[in-house]
């Protein structure tokens, strides 16, 4: 498998500041990423897809001015959260996606951020 | 749209008993599904996928997946279930309906619960 890392495990903000949460392919060059957010006790939603030197895909219905992503390298992805709100208070998880080959892939998940806007 | 669907909000069973995980999909062409296993406060860890071939596949952990393509399924299983299975449980397929890139598309979960 890939190891993939994010920074911080969890985070506390107050109302309208920003925060910015890391993803780290460890082992691999990842040249796309994966942004979800995951509610209590409900599915993933994919936020966004990150592509390593072009502006990220965002899925509809979520505001690419709130939610930032930039993914500067091969390694890295961000996502800010700008101006958060109690509301975006959630489970942010990224994933990188390797291909195997032969049509096939899988995709790797981080451990996941824990944000908590007060 | 690609979607999948899992029935059951939660699945109980006692330790050593064998467990089913639902997983139902809509696709159109051929089906590349993936389960996935989430413990609380982590991300998830893949367990197996299916692309071509066998239609039982076998993942981590001792886990197997049945294809079954008539009925549009593809449960999860296990022979004995182990208290440390109890996890939440994710269905997914492969969505490549915005262009190039492998997206995936989770059902809502199951809530496994293995009592001793």
């Known amino acids: 498998g890939a190891v993939v890392s994010q920074h911080p495990s969890w985070v506390i903000c107050k109302s309208g500041t920003s925060v910015k949460i890391e993803c780290r392919s460890l082992?691999?060059?990842?040249?796309?990423m994966f942004w979800y957010r995951q509610f209590p006790k409900q599915s993933l939603m994919l936020m966004a897809t990150?592509?390593?030197?072009?502006?990220?895909?965002?899925e509809q219905g979520v505001e690419k001015d709130k939610f930032l992503i930039n993914h500067a390298s091969l390694t890295l992805s961000t996502l800010t959260v700008t101006s958060a709100h109690p509301e975006d208070s959630s489970f942010y998880i990224c994933?990188?996606?390797?291909?195997?080959?032969?049509?096939?892939?899988?995709?790797?998940f981080g451990p996941g951020t824990r944000l908590t806007v007060t | 749209a690609q979607s999948v669907a899992q029935p059951e909000d939660q699945v109980n069973v006692a330790e050593g008993n064998p467990l089913t995980v639902k997983c139902t999909y809509s696709?159109?062409?051929?089906?590349?599904l993936f389960w996935y296993v989430q413990y609380p406060n982590r991300g998830l860890q893949f367990l197996l996928k299916?692309?071509?071939?066998?239609?039982l596949v076998k993942g981590s952990y001792g886990f197997e997946a049945e294809f079954n393509k008539s009925q549009t399924s593809f449960h999860l299983k296990k022979p004995s279930a182990l208290v440390s299975d109890s996890a939440l449980y994710f269905c997914?397929?492969?969505?490549?309906?915005?262009?190039?890139?492998?997206?995936?598309?989770f059902g809502t979960g199951t809530r496994l619960q293995v009592f001793p």
């Open positions: 994933s990188v996606s390797r291909g195997l080959g032969r049509d096939s892939y899988e995709q790797y």
């Open positions: 990150s592509n390593e030197g072009s502006k990220a895909t965002y």
């Open positions: 997914a397929v492969r969505d490549r309906s915005g262009g190039n890139t492998d997206k995936l598309i």
């Open positions: 082992d691999f060059q990842a040249t796309t």
């Open positions: 299916y692309i071509t071939g066998d239609n």
């Open positions: 696709v159109s062409g051929n089906p590349y």
